[in-house]
């Protein structure tokens, strides 16, 4: 299949995470693979991958992180609703879970990402390509409000926006990883509000929640991307956006936010990833299929008021924004 002025975003996460899946990354953006990265400015190794982004021109955004390790703005000097008695961020679940039960102090969530873009522009000397969220934090609710707040005030246009078409029928997703992405597309839908009154922009589609570490082949990027097509006008240039985890895996104690690395970074899979993004199978096959890959900033990516020309049809047991895992 061919499809005409399709224009591809391979997004690399977790950048400065540690120096080994920064290896990786670095290895999979010189093979042409991948196109973006999204650093975490919490991360062990953040001085150093901020200098491997520069030396390598590496276009590069911001991984906002408020579930992981250690805060890097006011919330680090005392109490704050986004912290364990530890001094930890609550975790992937624990700050789903305080979002839901209103434990979260908005405006602290303000401070924080705040303070994260600042300190992103300390270590590049310019502003981030674009800011996702760390394990989809961005598009929790109330969250995404002062997420779409911060990026406007501090003029960064482009997001994500993790909406996988088809995700919730990928049998060959375990049961928690698909009502997991389910509850993300749930959440992000309802994100779509606050992130085009507030000007931001994203991809036609995106890719990834069904692709992620074993399920990464050639054969699945390109399925998902077809799905995620479906039903889009020809007329002009799509936009897709892959989401991707690569990386030599971490060997603790090195790397994290500030607590170790965790079982995700230390897996095989992502060692899995690498491999696909770099083996020339995939980049034969996009190519073969007339896909551009190229950078976020490059993308002339739609206007919010445009909406989304796909709109993923959400599974019928999608349920509220805290799925169990």
Known sequence: MAWPRVRLVVTADDFGYCPRRDE?????????????????????AVESAAELARRHSIPTGLHANLS????????????????SPEGFFLGKMGFREAVAAGRVALSQVREELEAQLSLFRVLLGKPP??????????????V?????????????????????????????????ARAF????????????????????????????????GRYMSAHRVLGAVVRALEDNPTGHTLTVELMT???????????????????????????????????????????????????????????PEEGLSCQPTLEPFLGPSLPKH
Not at 24 to 44: K, Q, R, Y
Not at 157 to 170: A, D, I, N, S
Not at 259 to 277: I, M, N, Q, T, Y
Not at 278 to 294: E, F, K, M, N, S
């Open 129 to 142: 390509t674009h800011v996702d969220g760390h394990q989809h934090v961005h598009v929790l609710p109330g």
């Open 181 to 212: 992405a389910c509850a993300v597309e749930h959440d992000a839908r309802a994100a779509m509000g606050p992130f085009s009154h507030h000007g931001l922009r994203w991809t036609d589609a995106f890719v990834g929640l069904s692709t992620c």
């Open 245 to 303: 985890h690569p990386g030599y895996p971490s060997v603790p104690p090195a790397g994290g936010c500030g607590e170790g690395p965790d079982a995700f970074s230390c897996s095989w899979e992502r060692l899995h990833e690498l491999r696909v993004l770099t083996a020339p199978t995939l980049r034969a096959r996009l190519a073969q299929d007339g896909v551009q890959l190229c950078a976020l900033e490059d993308l002339d990516s739609k206007r």
């Open 68 to 83: 992981e390790g250690h805060p890097v703005g006011p919330a680090r000097r005392g109490t704050s609703s986004l912290l």
């Open 144 to 176: 995404c409000q002062v997420f779409a707040e911060a990026l406007q005030a501090c003029g960064v246009r482009f997001t994500r926006l993790p909406l996988e078409r088809g995700v919730g029928g990928c049998a060959w997703l375990e049961a928690p």
């Open 24 to 44: 990786g990354i670095v290895e999979a953006f010189l093979a042409g693979t991948v196109t973006s990265v999204s650093l975490l400015v919490n991360g062990a």
